[in-house]
């Protein structure tokens, strides 16, 4: 077993993290790693960071806390509560504004929808993320005169995609808004026009929200991993083992709602990355049905740590999800979806090349 030291790789500290909140008894795992329990302030800092990025500071800082705690480690336990504590304060603040902003859409008859960003919960992302059927001008114009926002540079890809980011004062993470479409190139309007419609109501904080369906979640997470990043973080193993487990995902209707979306392969490769990805750490899989298992095109196996992240091969797995999905919208003659489809892998190449020669994709990606 990798210990975390300073000279520990990302995979061996992506491995901790891993125990840490997939493990049912992590304790015991980590048992034998004298250095990951006597970690020193400046390491305990990147291991934060690891979790941060992966958006699961509070559900591994608590976990972390508990082992230091019952080896009576007090140094340690005050790091991780602190690192809690001071996480919970932001999320705290999100969650006010995100009423707020809920409320004046309410009020406003604007329709919206909290995506991705309660997913987490008890963590929450690092902006807050919604969508809505409503016109641009009409948003752009609602949260410029009731908030005071600023639209932030649009890239390409946002352009596309149909997103607008808002700065708002006083607000340190960014709102990211959806308009009419969704997915990277906007190609996605059978599963935007029904989002809003299928959405369901989440209790945090003793504060209702209207947040997808169980299965347009599912849908908009393989969107984002399996059509666009080609990446996981540990929150979407998480959140979409909770969600399975929950009994609130009807496998059936999802696969319906895939296939109308032209997605059905990615969504079940996504179900089995997740579910080999839970077996790995807590010895059971998510049981899922075996039709889902026979519509995936790579498995668990093929997934690789870089960086802070769970990659997903591009060549030549995820390029036979995006052939599929186009050869789907063409089949269903959505040729408009089909043609901005069509522009990713120029985005991409575009976006290569910015980064290769400047290093970055600002204002492509």
């Excluded at 890809?157 to 997915?183: Q, S, T, Y």
Aim: net charge neutral; proline share 3%; charged share 20%.
């Amino acid at each position: 077993m990798a210990e975390l030291s300073g000279s520990t790789t990302s995979g061996e500290r992506m491995n901790i993290l891993s125990i840490l909140l997939l493990s049912p008894d992590a304790d015991a795992q980590l048992s034998s790693m004298a250095t990951f329990r006597n970690i020193d302030q400046q390491q305990f800092d990147a291991f934060l960071e690891l979790a941060n990025s992966n958006h699961v500071i509070v559900r591994g800082m608590k976990v972390y806390s508990q082992i230091m705690r019952a080896a009576q480690d007090e140094t340690r336990t005050a790091w991780a509560t602190t690192a809690v504590a001071r996480e919970n304060a932001r999320i705290v603040k999100a969650i006010e504004f995100l009423r707020v902003l809920c409320d004046a859409f309410d009020s406003e008859g604007i329709d919206v929808t909290v995506m991705k960003s309660l997913d987490h919960w008890p963590d929450f992302g690092s902006d807050i993320d919604l969508y809505t059927n409503t016109p641009s001008s009409t948003v752009c114009s609602f949260m410029q005169r009731q908030f005071g926002a600023q639209i932030a540079a649009r890239s390409w890809g946002d352009r596309l995609a149909c997103k607008w980011n808002f700065n708002i004062p006083d607000l340190p993470d960014p709102v990211e808004i959806h308009m009419g479409r969704l997915g990277q190139t906007g190609e996605q309007l059978v599963l935007a026009a029904t989002l809003p419609g299928r959405a369901r109501l989440a209790n945090i904080e003793s504060q209702s929200f209207r947040v997808p369906s169980a299965s347009d979640r599912i849908m908009i997470s393989t969107l984002q991993r399996m059509y666009r990043h080609f990446y996981f973080r540990l929150c979407d193993i998480v959140d979409s083992a909770m969600l399975a487990r929950s009994g609130d995902l009807d496998y059936e209707e999802l696969r319906f709602s895939a296939q109308k979306a032209g997605i059905w392969e990615g969504v079940a490769t996504y179900l089995v990355i997740v579910s080999d990805y839970i077996d790995r750490y807590s010895g059971t899989d998510l049981v899922l049905p075996q039709f889902v298992k026979d519509s995936a095109r790579f498995d668990g196996k093929m997934v690789f740590v870089k960086g802070d992240f769970l990659r997903v091969p591009i060549v030549p797995q995820s390029v036979g999800l995006y052939r599929s999905q186009v050869g789907g919208l063409i089949r269903r003659r959505e040729l408009q979806s089909s043609a901005r489809l069509g522009l990713l892998p120029w985005l991409a190449t575009a976006a290569a090349i910015g980064y290769k020669i400047a290093g970055s994709d600002k204002g492509i990606w």
